[in-house]
């Protein structure tokens, strides 16, 4: 059993390396899932959206110092990426669920007889697994009004 993120569907802007980690996790989990069949071992991947943890204000309090660390000439459109990325953890936080919920899936997953390859965790991870199957086009438009990026 692996806990990974919608993340690992939704590339998140400006949080490419997150995601990229989260995208590599649900691979092995897939990968393994085939492998190990055979050998009656289940593998499941829990899947939550945000979570209401202290993660979300740690990175808001790196925002004066990315800030900071942009060199001089930076297009102005990544300082108000910064900006709308602080904006849009505060709305993360809020709208996260409990870490309970996670741990109950966890709990979950690892008790049954047969747990579900895929298990997705909250609402905004649902709707993250929707956007994931929406055409380039209309995924990229979708964030980019989301996330109010240019």
Known sequence: MFVGSIAGRVAVPYLAAYSASKFAL???????????????????LIE????????????????DTML????????????AAIENLVL???AEERGGVAPKRVADAVVQALTERKP????????????????ALLPAALHDRFLRA???LP
């Not at 900071?68 to 300082?79: I, K, N, Q, S």
């Open 88 to 90: 849009a953890t505060q």
């Open 48 to 63: 939550p959206g945000s979570v209401a943890t202290p993660m979300w204000s740690k990175g808001r309090a790196m925002r």
């Open 116 to 131: 579900k390859a895929h298990r997705i965790i909250g609402m905004p991870a649902r709707l993250g697994a929707m956007i």
């Open 146 to 148: 989301t996330m109010r």
């Open 26 to 44: 649900r691979a092995i989990a897939d990968a393994l899932r085939l492998e190990l069949r055979p050998s009656a071992i289940d593998v499941c």
């Open 68 to 79: 900071a660390r942009l060199p001089a000439g930076t297009p102005d459109y990544y300082r």
